[in-house]
């Protein structure tokens, strides 16, 4: 059973940065997609970021390209989600998620595992 462990969560002001990781338990090298995605209260769950394993390729939401930066460092097996120029629309719960192939999409039945969330609130 793979463990994905978030954490850099936290309350901070419009602006702002953050910088959230994600951490796997697979004993051996991860190779697969990685995503992150957020949900806010009474909404969907929403594409926010992913990362590709054979060529790094990335993707972004359209609300926070510019903004979030996702990148990954392998012999920690971990994803990063550095988040700048933070808004309250930013504020969710974030959920780091794991692909069922070393690509990734922006689809939620593309991912077979997931953190438990770490919660993001950005006062104005």
């Not at 939401?61 to 629309?89: C, H, W």
């Amino acid at each position: 059973q793979v463990q994905l462990v978030e954490s850099g969560g936290g309350l901070v002001q419009a602006g702002d940065s953050l910088r959230l990781s994600c951490t796997s338990s697979e004993r051996t090298s991860i190779s697969y997609g990685m995503a992150w995605f957020r949900q806010a209260p009474g909404k969907e769950r929403e594409f926010v970021a992913a990362i590709g394993w054979s060529t790094d390729v990335t993707g972004y939401g359209d609300s926070v390209r510019g903004r979030f930066t996702i990148t990954r460092d392998r012999a920690k097996k971990t994803v990063y989600l550095q988040m700048n120029s933070l808004k309250p629309e930013d504020t969710a719960a974030y959920y780091c998620a794991r692909a069922r192939s070393d690509g990734w999409t922006r689809t939620l039945n593309s991912y077979d595992y997931w953190g438990q969330g770490t919660q993001v609130t950005v006062s104005s």
